[in-house]
Antibody
Framework: QVQLVESGGGVVQPGRSLRISCEVFGVSFRGYAMHWVRQAPGKGLEWVAVISSDGDNKYYADSVKGRFTISRDNSRKTLFLQMNSVRPADTAVYYC????????????????WGRGTLVTVSS | EIVLTQSPGTLSLSLGESATISCRASQSVSSNYLAWYQRKPGQASRLLIYGASVRATGIPDRFSGSGSGTDFTLTISRLEPEDFAFFFCQQYGSSPTTFGQGTHLEIK
């Protein structure tokens, strides 16, 4: 059974750091790019970041560039998002999603999604 | 970036009826790269349609997508209990990819 399982969410103070993870079960991970997408309360989904299958290419939304870092461990079938200098506007449910391509681009739909992990930035 | 506007925000229908959800883009979606997803509470989102009209693997033919350019539609015929959920569209023809606000389909 295919599962993308996010973890690591929680409450974090503004300006602090948090790392969230996404472990993949039942479907190939190594040969595919991976994305993070978020949804703030009451708002639509927003693309956050993408990493190529080999981890060499990474791209970010302007809203997180310079603060967030996407990475992956293919041996552990796990995707990460290091979130630094977080802001209240980063409060959202964060989803990992897998497109049908190894390429780090945003011109793809998503075959598989996780259920999400909630990150709340608040003092 | 392309803004996607979905309507209606909430749709209340009875079992056996048909649902029609609209996704309008602020500019033409390149190559009709438009996808539709379904999400139920506590579950992962499921890909329904890509390329505006291609059903994903395992999706019943009650689900159909149509449209081109800036206007796209998801139609669900003969509504069954498991169809009631949250639906959203995504354009992936232009970077960055963007999403509609979503539509809640509820049982009347």
């Amino acid at each position: 059974q295919v599962q993308l399982v996010e973890s690591g969410g929680g409450v974090v103070q503004p300006g602090r750091s948090l790392r969230i993870s996404c472990e993949v079960f039942g479907v190939s991970f190594r040969g595919y790019a991976m994305h993070w997408v978020r949804q703030a309360p009451g708002k639509g989904l927003e693309w956050v970041a993408v990493i190529s299958s080999d981890g060499d290419n990474k791209y970010y939304a302007d809203s997180v560039k310079g603060r967030f870092t996407i990475s992956r461990d293919n041996s552990r079938k796990t995707l990460f998002l290091q979130m630094n200098s977080v802001r209240p506007a980063d409060t959202a449910v964060y989803y990992c999603a897998r497109p049908p391509s190894p390429v780090a681009g945003t011109n793809y739909y998503y075959d598989f999604w996780g259920r999400g992990t909630l990150v709340t930035v608040s003092s | 970036e392309i803004v996607l506007t979905q309507s209606p925000g909430t749709l209340s229908l009875s079992l056996g009826e048909s649902a029609t959800i609209s996704c309008r883009a602020s500019q033409s979606v390149s190559s009709n790269y438009l996808a539709w997803y379904q999400r139920k509470p506590g579950q992962a989102s499921r890909l329904l349609i890509y390329g505006a009209s291609v059903r994903a693997t395992g999706i019943p033919d009650r689900f159909s997508g149509s449209g081109s350019g800036t206007d796209f539609t998801l139609t669900i015929s003969r509504l069954e209990p498991e169809d009631f959920a949250f639906f959203f569209c995504q354009q992936y023809g232009s970077s960055p990819t963007t999403f509609g606000q979503g539509t809640h389909l509820e049982i009347k």
